[in-house]
């Protein structure tokens, strides 16, 4: 199994830049293709980033395309998410979570969560 702890959420301004951090201990996070998901109060849990275990492929949300970049450091066991160019809407909790192979559902390991608030 794989354990996940995300780091560097808070509290930003719309237009601002967050960089979200997923380490990994129990096994080596090259093994699983990684996935950034976030729930909004009252709101269901949604997809918003995946990476293979490469890094060679991507995939992200209509809402995230052009403005949140998902990347990998299998070195330091770690995902990052990349926001920039934040809006009020992008308020949720995010998750990052790990699955055998590539794709937008079906995640097996998750984290607790990092709460990232955008300010009008």
């Known amino acids: 199994q794989v354990q996940l702890v995300e780091s560097g959420g808070g509290l930003v301004q719309a237009g601002g830049s967050l960089r979200l951090s997923c380490a990994a201990s129990g096994r080596t996070l090259s093994s699983y293709g990684m996935g950034w998901f976030r729930q909004a109060p009252g709101k269901e849990r949604e997809f918003v980033a995946a990476i293979s275990w490469s890094g060679g492929r991507t995939a992200y949300a209509d809402s995230a395309k052009g403005r949140f970049t998902i990347a990998r450091n299998n070195a330091k066991n770690t995902v990052y998410l990349q926001m920039n160019s934040l809006k009020p809407e992008d308020t949720a909790v995010y998750y990052c979570?790990?699955?055998?192979?590539?794709?937008?559902?079906?995640?097996?390991?998750w984290g607790q969560g990092t709460q990232v608030f955008v300010s009008s």
């Open positions: 979570a790990a699955r055998d192979g590539f794709g937008t559902s079906a995640y097996d390991y």
